[in-house]
């Protein structure tokens, strides 16, 4: 069952109390939310036609030398499935329902959102990276006859280092563009949540 769906079900199935929220305030929410699906999916569609791109000029390029083609496709995969992966959890958040939301409800929704501060730390980000890692390896292993063992090393010494590099900056945009998209719907959400604590005292 899709992470959406597992949510609704929760939902429904523990029958928590229903907060009060104006129909303009609902009708808001699901406008915002609906915008920040909108923008991942423009995102996440340039990211796979750039995938698509790179992969087609790299298989002419590579077509003579099966082992480095090999090693693209291991990080192009690799890539594929972490988009995926990310693009089913914001397409989740974006199709969320605050027109009856339960407190749980919000709490989680805003849960889901803050996840999306930090989307390295999780167990699709690890394989994705071992993938990554094996791909290079394989595309550094195929220039072994020309580079020798010596350069072999010194190629993967890089390659390890740089991804040192690329990891925190990586963190640093995802920090700036989760401020832009997530932090306002986190701020309404908590907004929601202190109000109705105010309604029922």
Known sequence: MAPFEELQSLW??????????AE???????KAFHRYGRRQDLINLGKALLLALQLVLLVGRLRHNPVEMFGVALV?????????YEWRRQRAIARLNFAAPSRDFVHDAIARLMAQRHPFR????YIMTAGLWAGFTVMM???WPAVGLRGLLIRETVITALAFVILPFSNYLRGKRWNLECRPLVERLTALL?????RAE
């Open 122 to 125: 999780s167990r699709e980000a």
């Open 194 to 198: 202190v109000t109705s604590q105010e």
């Open 24 to 30: 303009r305030d609902a009708a808001s929410l699901a």
């Open 141 to 143: 292993a195929s220039h």
């Open 76 to 84: 192009d995969c690799s890539a594929v499935y972490f988009m995926i």
């Open 12 to 21: 429904q199935s523990q029958n928590p109390p229903v907060m009060a929220v």
